[in-house]
């Protein structure tokens, strides 16, 4: 498939608006992606001819709304590289996905003494259920330092991983520095001391290809809407023996198999974690945003390195300009500082040129300590986006620093 970034821009209709009166420049992707008209007409198409409940119905519409459920359950299985969907749950969002690991693999795995491995770089949603799983169960949470360049430090790593590690949970990508993480060999070290290991694949998912069984992981979880999708929904995936086993994370209509006021008894994988009416339409229109995405994915990716390296030369070139996290694994996020001038008001005055960033310690302030940074600005690039738009940030924020100067 011909990958022509102006071509595919117009299949993205919000990209062709204004802001300020100014084209929109949108370099917050890490926050949230824009979405395809394709993605867009489902949700249209889902209300206006298809809308009924799943699972429950014998009329036609619940019978299409619940084979269209369940095929989008196939789309993300052949996303994350998987033959069987049956370990697709689909949740919230990656935060929702983790919290659900840590209340019911933590409450059923992790006693007084474990310890739960992080990484300084990781997202609050990766670190918060993590602590309150830690208080109620005694276990402590030990955190692996990041390198200067933004890099989880290996070595450290190693150090760290014990018999008493009983989970890893990391980021494949960190959404503030952009850092790809070498989740292949991180897993592997892991498994060396038998944890279990939960992926954050929040930011990985929109960048590149993701192969499941190839990063023999436990638990890999993503969100809809920073890959195309709507909000509302995504994914958390488990080894479906592995979900079998744990507690249901709510109770109610979808996820029993028998219910009794003598007691009541739990359905399996997924189902058993998808209690109540669940998000319907996002889930199919989810599925559309993947389909329209994974032909595209590795010219997308290639794109994005080359975006990456365009932005990364004329950010340097910018004086007073400081790059921070410059990771040689990277997605196309460049978080950086300029001298004299709060990362705030640096966001303010780019919005001003129709250019939208991201400001502050963006969900990671343990990360900002870490790097003794208060926070930072954020562009972070999706494949739609464009070497004229790299250069329309280049040349506003050479016009912002010298007001800062
Ligand atoms: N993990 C990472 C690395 C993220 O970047 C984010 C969102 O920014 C999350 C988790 C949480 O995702 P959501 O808010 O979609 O649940």
Known sequence: MAFDVATLRQDFPILGRLV?????????????????????????????????????????????????????REVVAR??????????????????GINLVAETWGRTHLRAGDEILLTALEHHANIVPWQVAAERSGAKVVVVPVTPRGE?????????????????????????????????EMTRLAKTVGATVLIDGCQAAAHFKVDV?????????????????????????????????????QFGGDMIRKVDFEGTTFREAPER???????????????VALEYFMPRQADAHAHEQKLLAAATERLRAIKGLRLIGEAPEKVAVLSFLIEGGHPHDIGTLLDADGIAIRTG?????????????????????????????????????????????
């Open 79 to 96: 996303f994350l590289g998987l033959k069987d969907s049956r370990g697709c749950v689909f949740v919230r969002g990656a935060t929702e």
């Open 273 to 287: 974690f998808e209690a109540g009416t669940p998000d319907i339409s996002g889930a199919i229109a989810l599925a």
């Open 361 to 405: 310690h963006h969900c990671c302030m343990p990360l900002m300590k870490h790097l003794g940074i208060p926070g930072t600005a954020r562009a972070s690039f999706a494949f739609y986006n464009s070497f004229e738009e790299v250069d329309r940030l280049a040349v506003s924020l050479e016009k912002i620093r010298k007001m800062m100067a």
């Open 213 to 249: 069984p190839a990063l023999g992981c436990d638990f890999y979880a993503f969100s809809g809407h920073k890959t195309f999708g709507p909000t509302g929904i995504g994914v958390l995936w488990g080894r479906p023996e592995l979900l079998d086993t744990l507690p249901p994370y």
């Open 152 to 184: 989880v430090d290996l070595d450290a790593f190693r150090r760290l991983l014990s018999p008493r590690t009983k989970l890893v949970a990391f980021a494949h990508v960190s959404n503030a520095l952009g850092t790809v993480n070498p989740a292949v």
């Open 20 to 72: 300020h009166g100014r084209p929109l420049t949108y370099l917050d992707n890490a926050a949230t992606s824009q979405k395809p008209q394709v993605v867009i007409q489902a949700l249209v198409d889902y209300y206006s001819k298809g809308n009924a409940n799943v699972h429950r119905g014998v009329h036609l519409l619940s019978e299409e709304a619940t084979q269209a459920f369940e095929r989008s």
